[in-house]
């Protein structure tokens, strides 16, 4: 099935590319998510406008991404979550609490989505996360999950 995507997914592509994929991927998951339309001929003008918007966009936010990198990069963001004995996580820290705590700290709204974490967080003490804030800027945050 040829799909037009009209945001960015992960592993697949970006807004305005056009992609091939299963049927029942496209069918059962991209469209009734509005993450792609249907390909078809009238479409590639959809394409040109989807891409010219995504320039345009791209060179406006790409000054204000590297504001927000300052933003989150100048202090660490403390997590508060629940622990066992021994620093133990029941359960591990979700990418939502990460965004949740970034706006708390920095006042800057980050979607859960753009937040990449190699391997989950299941234990107190300092790590690591990557922040996606453009195509060409990610911010790496130091993250302090202490008990609460």
Known sequence: MKLILTQE?????????????KD?????????????IRWTRGGEK????????????????NAHAVEVKAKLEAKPVNVAVRA??????????????IAAA????SGEQVDK??????????????????VKLHDE???TVALNVVSA
């Open 9 to 21: 997914v992960a592993g697949l592509g970006a807004a305005g590319d056009v992609v091939e994929v």
């Open 24 to 36: 029942g991927y496209g069918r059962n998951y991209l469209i009734p998510r509005g993450d792609a």
């Open 46 to 61: 959809t394409v040109e406008s989807i891409k010219a918007a995504r320039a345009s966009r791209a060179l406006r936010d």
């Open 84 to 97: 066992g004995e021994g620093g133990r996580l029941f359960g591990a820290v979700t990418a939502g609490e």
């Open 102 to 105: 970034l706006a708390a700290t």
């Open 113 to 130: 989505r753009t937040i990449v974490m190699g391997n989950p967080i299941k234990a107190l003490g300092a790590h690591q996360v990557s």
């Open 137 to 139: 800027v990610s911010a």
